[in-house]
């Protein structure tokens, strides 16, 4: 049982009133002749308690002479079928069947076993190799030692000994040392030392290893998820980063696991099955709080748009209830969503920005020059020289470049690459041998001219610039196409969308710090909103001015502020607000320049992921992001990217790309 102060935190509760005799009856009934009354089965059995169902089990043997579960598996079938049998097994056995499920046949399902094992407390452990032994009359180690490899293996068998420290009372010199012990393991060291990665990480207490998480921040520059990352691979990677994840907030783990078990085409449904069958009478309530802190949405709007049937509403039941009625947040998310603000402000603060390209060491402007020449003259053109020279050079050293080709040569080297380079691979080079702020106006011109308007390009590139970086774009667009910017973007857009993008376009943005009383004032404003929309009075537009006049015009740090204070003064985030009170191209825009405040590099990891997904590959937008942020933040999208989606973006760009545009992105992009 999970408790906060003494409170239960499970969402399935004792029925009052129980009757095992009475619900043996019940269950007999609905499954009695042609067909079976699932409805009445789901509404009994989700709404008892794992003692209660195990006392009914024993009373339909009692009254009927039958087996339940046996009974339940004949009427019912599928995902329904899974889940249902799942609630009536203890939860030791249920762990056990799902661990058999995992290692038994062909491949061997690794999250089924990391989740369980990284999860579960050391009672929770000894009970399941018991119930392992029990009900398969073999030895849980020696099964999970057959099945699994390295130091995988090593760290599942430390693990299943279910020896964790359980004193609260923690040494800081020891505190000290593991995190040393740690840092000199992996960063210091040629290699990995994994030994000691499992060995601190499986044996001491959580209260203890919370503590040297952030020792180890403080020796390393950085969260120890970063070093694990950076340190470790494959499964075994997977397992140490789950179990980090465990120390430090179980129900945030499990929440992650319950979206990206719906996220995207498909749902991973043994995973949502064995997450709300074995937390519904321990933490449910605190997942549900991370899940809507995390995703600004209910876990049970996400199930109820994700699943079906029986099976839907067997999942709703033991989720709850929903927390996000009208996007709002209870009181307990509330708070946790109001801290989680200053966590990431204090990160932000602390951010180093990185990207994937770099000055070349002993760069030679001349010498490139020739090398292009030399690659591009006589029959046939040398790309691999071209994508090497041109994706290793920053856009200092291009211009560089530029202007010697241009002295040594007479000849635009510019016009010489188009005529040499086709498709994909001739827009990524000539892209980056323009400016950036040439670039960003080239982006601009495409988005609005010919038929229809990329309006997605047109938010992404405006909401996320500096203003400096606005400003050139301006000077850019004056000079590429002899109209400004302004006008150009007037006359084709309108309405408030128009208003926008023109006040994002005039680089007006305040570039001051938080100011928390004007912060407090204008969460007040945006909050009016709500206000409006409860009494059915007001209009659209003046709702979007209001918005419009704080978004496009408050500095980041500041909005950051005044979305922490909209969230303590309306328990509703403001993103999710949005969404629900605007429509088309501004609720676009205006929850794209939320995203960019929130966490810019993020954003563009949304974006890259959505340019990837599917059938075919929108190459533009990849082309896009990719170019104008390689020398800004690349390298941290690419670690949003890894965190969000499980991939990292070098290997999403390898699958849906190829050739020499493969090529010059990978090179843009990074290592691994």
Wanted: aromatic letters at 8%; charged letters at 30%; hydrophobic letters at 35%.
């Amino acid at each position: 049982m999970s408790s906060q102060g003494g409170r239960y935190r499970g969402s399935v509760k004792d029925f009052p009133d129980f009757d095992a005799s009475q619900d043996a009856e019940t269950l007999y009934k609905a499954m009695k002749g042609f067909g079976s009354d699932k409805e009445a089965i789901l509404d009994l059995i989700t709404t008892r308690r794992n003692h209660q169902r195990i006392e009914i089990i024993q009373a339909y043997k009692s009254l009927y002479g039958k087996d339940l579960i046996e009974d339940l598996k004949y009427e019912l079938t599928g995902k329904f079928e899974r889940l249902i049998v799942g609630l009536m097994r203890p939860p030791a056995y249920c762990d056990a069947k799902e661990i058999k499920d995992a290692i038994d046949g062909v491949g061997t399902d690794e999250k089924c076993l990391i989740e369980i094992l990284a999860s579960r407390d050391n009672q929770q452990i000894h009970a399941l190799v018991e119930a392992y032994k029990d009900a398969y009359g073999r030895d849980l180690e020696t099964d999970v030692v057959k099945d699994t490899s390295g130091h995988f293996k090593k760290m599942l068998v430390v693990l299943l000994q279910g020896t964790r420290e359980e004193d609260d009372i923690v040494s800081e010199d020891l505190v000290m040392q593991d995190a040393t012990d740690l840092f000199d393991a992996g960063e210091q060291k040629w290699g990995t030392d994994e030994a000691q990665f499992i060995y601190i990480l499986g044996s001491r207490s959580k209260t203890h290893l919370q503590l040297v998480f952030d020792e180890y921040e403080k020796i390393a520059g950085k969260p120890i998820e970063e070093s694990i990352k950076g340190e470790l691979s494959g499964d075994f990677e997977k397992l140490m980063l789950a179990v980090v994840k465990c120390v430090r907030s179980i129900k945030d783990y499990f929440a992650t696991r319950l979206y990206k078990a719906m996220k995207g085409m498909g749902t991973a449904d043994n995973t949502l099955i064995r997450i709300m069958v074995s937390r519904s009478e321990v933490d449910m309530m605190d997942i549900r709080e991370s899940f809507r802190t995390q995703y600004e949405k209910s876990l049970y709007s996400m199930i109820k748009n994700d699943t079906s049937g029986e099976y839907k509403k067997a999942l709703l039941n033991l989720c709850g209830g929903d927390d996000d009625a009208a996007g709002e947040y209870f009181p307990e998310a509330a708070q946790a969503a109001y801290q989680i603000c200053d966590e990431e402000r204090a990160r932000d603060r602390k951010l180093e920005v990185k990207g994937t390209v770099y000055p070349a060491d002993d760069f030679n402007a001349d010498n490139d020059g020739k090398a292009l020449r030399k690659a591009m003259k006589g029959f046939g053109t040398d790309e691999d020289a071209i994508i090497d020279i041109i994706t290793k050079r920053t856009n200092d050293q291009r211009q560089e470049i530029l202007k010697a080709f241009k002295s040594h040569f007479g000849r635009d080297l510019m016009a010489d690459l188009k005529s040499e380079l086709s498709g994909t691979v001739g827009k990524v080079i000539l892209g980056l041998m323009l400016t950036p702020a040439q670039f960003d106006a080239k982006q601009i011109n495409k988005a609005i001219v010919g038929a229809g308007t990329d309006e997605n390009a047109l938010v992404e590139i405006l909401a996320t610039r500096t203003n400096a970086e606005i400003h050139a774009i301006n000077q850019a667009y004056q000079e590429a196409y002899h109209k400004s910017l302004e006008d150009a973007v007037r006359s084709d857009t309108s309405g408030h969308f128009k208003r926008i993008l023109v006040s994002l376009s005039s680089g007006n943005r305040d570039e001051n710090n938080e100011d928390l009383d004007k912060a407090s004032e204008d969460a007040k404003v945006l909050a009016s909103v709500l206000e409006v929309s409860d009494s059915g009075s007001g209009d659209a537009s003046s709702l979007e001015t209001r918005f419009m006049t704080i978004l496009c015009t408050r500095s980041y740090p500041h909005l950051r502020r005044v979305f922490q204070e909209f969230i303590k003064q309306t328990n509703h985030d403001v993103e999710h607000t949005i969404k629900k009170e605007m429509s088309g191209d501004v609720k676009s825009a205006f929850v794209a320049i939320v995203r960019s405040v929130k966490n810019k590099p993020a954003f563009f990891a949304e974006q890259l992921k959505k340019a990837m997904k599917g059938a075919g590959t929108d190459e533009r937008t990849l082309n896009r992001i990719l170019i104008s942020r390689s020398e800004t933040d690349l390298l941290n999208i690419r670690h949003e990217f890894k965190t969000m989606y499980e991939k990292s973006l070098h290997h999403c760009i390898e699958s849906e790309t190829s050739g020499d545009y493969r090529k010059a992105l990978l090179s843009i992009c990074g290592e691994k």
